[in-house]
């Protein structure tokens, strides 16, 4: 038997190295034909050099590879998932707990021929390694200038998932190949195949084909249809991206991507691949499962399992018994989750009847950037789409802040007037025009910076991007850590741009840090069963805007929530600044509230962004929910709060100014303002509207 797979072994090599030879050689006689043949001839001393040291390294590598055996599928470690005070969230069963192993003969044959076509279509004449694919894998990489393209053969991915770590580098990928050619000679390539259908990973914490088709579909993979095992090839590309739980629509198309190939190479007819395209892909999952993973912060958890995935490779995350501290609060998440879901607006539409309406919750330290708590969704058991990650909505109104921000380090005086009144602009990109509305369609004239946020004015905030222009709003939007694109014109100014929870919550976190962006951690710490630390947390930041203008934009903020907009999220004795943000026809609802400690966001949408209804503003829609949150965590953890305050730089002096004319305020002016001003900038002139013989005095 060991005779007949090495002269099989013998055969596929020498068939390879024949249909390569003649391309090597066409190529070759080009090459010498061509200018760069003289070059090569003048490096060849180097090339020989180089070669020398290329046989060394490659005979350590030998020397160092593992045997190869069959796959071990022995009982392995749980890993467990801890809050930041060590309570346990979840456990990552073992990698045989949560796969049933099957043997290759007992699969349709449509299971083992889909994966075959969409990862692997040579698979049964290559020797390990795919020389053709890994050609034109290199060909295409350089033709686009970028790596975007493998040429992992099913061996060799079977290798990576066994016996390699997960880092990216040549040295591996040399491994990965020896030991792929090691394989191909000891196992057959039915046995290799089998080996592999029980090993890969299917996301949501699934090895193993039994174990998808029980996971997703509520079957054994004896009842999986050829459009059910596509979908189930289509995730290999990447795992997470192409699940059909969260991201159905990036599944369907990657789906018959897999069934034009396998009706490409002979393994359906044309009518197999019909029904299979018309075929809807309903997910079932059993239901144990869906009972089970609505337990402790879900959302949060398999935000941390992918990270963890990133960081170590599945293999060490699911079977290497691991301690993993995160950053969560579960006494918070346990406060924000109870009152998220008895959100006034999810009373008006219970889950039963409207199971489309959904939206996220999430908290995090201003300072550290830790995340404390976390809800993706109104249901976990319903839909496991993080909308804290994962779900990019219009922001409307709660954009503003970061205009301003720009507004405020591009030498704009916190007592600019703008006048809020009825204006046309031309929209050359649209052919057409725009007349930016105020909410509830009043105007109000002559108005400052901070009284503009506070009522959330729209026809100033575009005035202010005219004048600052907006390729610095997007500048200063990147540099709090907004990854999304933007549109060139000046709807912007008013939310038109989809952006995540995540990101908003992080970039309003700036404004109480002193300007300093932090990036979001979830992850403290992971240990091995022998307490070794693997990865420690390094907080990632950099200064994203002067502490002046933070300051300042900070305390207009509290303005917004102390008689602006924001205001039904006022707790009495507590710092709290904040912005709503309602975008056209009410289809979204933001609220993104501030604490010298903490930063909130909260948003609510349908999934297929319908309105909410008439009045529902994020006034009355979302920031009461902060507010609510916010109250309860100082009633419940007292103290929480305490020793935290957003600190006044030193070069910032305040001034009275005149609410109509921006200038010193004087006794004659009717309303009076306390504002913040980089030294040096503070008005000098007193109101000339109330004191117009100010101007005649020398003023």
Known sequence: MQEDRGRRMIRIVFQTISSALYWILHALKRF???????????????????????????????????????ADLSPALTTRIYDRNWELLDTVADMTSRLNLVRIEDLPEHIPNAFVAIEDERFYSHFGIDPIRIVGVILQNLQKGSL???????????????????????????REMILAMRMEYRFTKREILEMYLNTVFFGQSYFGIESAAYNYFSKTTRDLTIAEVSVLASMMKAPNRYNPLTNPDL??????????????????????YEDSIREQIVIRQPVEKRKAIAGKAPYFVEHVKKELVEILGYRKVYEGGLRVLTTLDFQLQSIAREIFLTAPLFQTYPLEQFPDLSGAFVVRDVTTGEVLSMIGGRSFESSQFNRVTQARRQVGSSIKPILYAAALENGVPANMVLNDVPIVYRMEQLNQEWSPQNYGGRYHGPSLLRTALEHSYNVTAVQLIEKIGVAKVVEMARKLGITVPFQNNRTIALGSTEILPMEMVSAFSVFANQGIYVKPVSILRVEDPGGIVLYEARHQEFEAMAEESAYQLYDMLRTVVNRGSGRRAKVDGLDVAGKTGTNQDYIDAWFVGLTPKIAVAVTFGFNDRISLGKKASSSFV?????????????EKIPGYFGGYEVVKPKNIETSHICSDSGMLAGTGCKTRILENFKKGKEPKILCPIHHPLALLEGN
């Open 251 to 272: 599944s369907r198309r990657r789906q018959r991507i897999v069934l034009a190939k396998m009706l490409e190479l002979g393994m359906i007819n044309r009518r197999e």
């Open 32 to 70: 010498v034909q061509s200018v760069f043949f003289t070059v090569f001839l003048l490096f060849m001393p180097v090339i020989a050099l180089f070669s020398g040291a290329w046989a060394g390294i490659l005979q350590g590598i030998w020397e160092s590879l593992p045997e190869v055996y069959a």
């Open 622 to 634: 979302a920031a009461p929910v902060v507010g609510e949150f916010l109250k309860s965590v100082k």
């Open 148 to 174: 975007t393209a493998g040429a992992s053969t099913i061996t060799q991915q079977l290798i990576r998932n066994i016996y390699l770590s997960p880092e990216k580098n040549f040295t591996r990928k040399i």
